[in-house]
């Protein structure tokens, strides 16, 4: 089968990974992480808001260009 030496090859090297939020306010926690902190201080370098975002909203919904229903 074509590919699928490939799949299985992807399937192999990429880790299964789940998270759970154990806490009881996830924006609060987030903000009082030093770590998280830190990942939004690189990040942050890293990112620019769009022009077509309204004001002060640093993500925008994408306009559709695809739709399959």
């Not at 590919?3 to 306010?25: E, K, M, N, Q, Y």
């Not at 830190?38 to 640093?58: H, I, N, Q, R, V």
């Amino acid at each position: 089968m074509p590919g699928s030496w490939a799949a299985a090859r992807i399937a192999a090297t990429v880790p299964a990974t789940r998270s759970a939020f154990c806490g009881t306010d996830f924006g609060a926690d987030m903000v009082a992480d030093p770590v998280m902190q830190e990942w939004w201080e690189f990040c942050g370098t890293l990112e620019s808001p769009l022009e077509t975002g309204k004001p002060g909203e640093w993500w925008a919904m994408p306009q559709d260009v695809l739709r399959h229903e």
